[in-house]
């Protein structure tokens, strides 16, 4: 298992035309990363919102971890609690696949759909009032559609329950809805 990049971002994640790009500081035009694999250029489309597994894992494209609230708890008091959830499911994840001898780690497309599913059912978000001051909250005063709203999901029973439910998850050791090759 090779190590191509590690991209650590706190800003948000944008999806940019047909490709995603990750913007990581959207002060500074110089820090953006494609993430695209070359027979797969186009499979990651975020027209109609985000598309993941617990907010980490995009199919199509392997070994790509991505940490953040999104898909997930969806809490931004608490960034830190965010990013260690997250680096325990990763380095479990890694480990499984150091052992296994796995080159890539992937997620089926059934799985991102269904959890895609989860949150699209789901009455919690992250966009707030469209009649409040424009700002970060509330997609700038702009509308706020299906697209909007997935991209503001997290998990349907809060912060605690999904983190609950990926530590449990995560320790059964079967990565359920996880391609190892």
């Known amino acids: 298992l090779g190590l191509d990049a590690v991209a ?3 800003a948000g994640l ?3 035309g047909r490709h995603v790009f990750m913007v990581v500081d959207e002060s500074s035009p110089a820090t953006i990363l494609q993430a695209r694999r070359a027979s ?11 598309q993941s597994l617990h907010g980490m894992h995009v199919h ?12 997930g708890s969806n809490l931004i008091s608490n960034i830190t609690q965010n990013l260690t959830e997250a680096g325990t499911t990763i380095a479990t994840i890694l480990s499984h696949a150091l052992r296994t001898e ?3 780690i992937d997620v089926t497309a059934e799985a991102e759909a269904a959890w895609v599913e989860l949150m699209v ?4 978000g992250f966009i707030g009032n469209p009649e409040c001051t424009p700002g970060y ?19 349907p029973d809060g912060p605690i329950a999904y983190w609950e439910y990926l530590d449990r998850w995560r320790n059964t050791g079967d990565f359920s809805g996880l ?3």
Not at 60 to 71: A, M, S
Not at 121 to 124: G, P, T
Not at 137 to 155: F, Q, T, V
């Open 8 to 10: 650590l971002f706190t």
């Open 14 to 16: 944008r999806p940019v």
């Open 40 to 50: 797969n250029c186009s499979t990651m489309q975020w027209d109609n919102g985000m």
């Open 60 to 71: 199509g494209f392997p070994n790509l971890f991505i940490v953040g609230p999104t898909h």
């Open 102 to 104: 796995a080159d890539e």
């Open 121 to 124: 059912s789901s009455v919690r």
């Open 137 to 155: 909250y509330n997609n700038e005063g702009g509308p706020i559609g299906p697209k909007e709203r997935l991209n503001g999901s997290g998990h």
């Open 179 to 181: 391609a190892f090759s």
